[in-house]
């Protein structure tokens, strides 16, 4: 018997958890913790707008309803950014 070839992965990014802190994100098998201390305007987000996001051109991602784009580098290294929206 023949297998045929597995299809492709359609899911890029999945908010796997929300907590009071944060929420974390799993992007491409590499798991990120986004705490509301680096990134208050997710604070007061819904649940369904947190989940609304989208990964665009291998660096960034948007989230449509809240009008948010980040790149990977700002959620993989916030320290180095000091430009933190209060």
Same mark, same amino acid.
């Given at each position: ?7 492709k992965?359609?899911?890029n ?6 907590s009071g802190?944060?929420?974390w ?8 913790? +986004? ?8 604070? $007061?987000?819904? =649940?369904?707008q947190?989940? *609304?996001v989208?990964? &665009?051109?291998?660096?960034? +991602? ?8 980040? $790149?990977?580098? =700002?959620i993989?290294?916030? *320290?180095?950014?000091? &430009?933190?929206?209060?």
């Open positions: 018997m023949k297998l045929s070839k597995p299809g992965n359609t899911l990014i999945e908010v796997t958890n929300i802190h944060g929420f994100l799993l992007l491409e098998g590499k798991e990120y913790f +986004l705490p509301f201390e680096h990134f208050p305007w997710f604070k $007061s987000a819904t =649940i369904q947190i989940c *609304e989208q990964f &665009l051109h291998k660096t960034h +991602l948007y989230w449509p309803s809240l009008d948010i784009d980040l $790149s990977l580098n =700002i993989s290294q916030p *320290e180095k950014y000091k &430009l933190i929206a209060k």
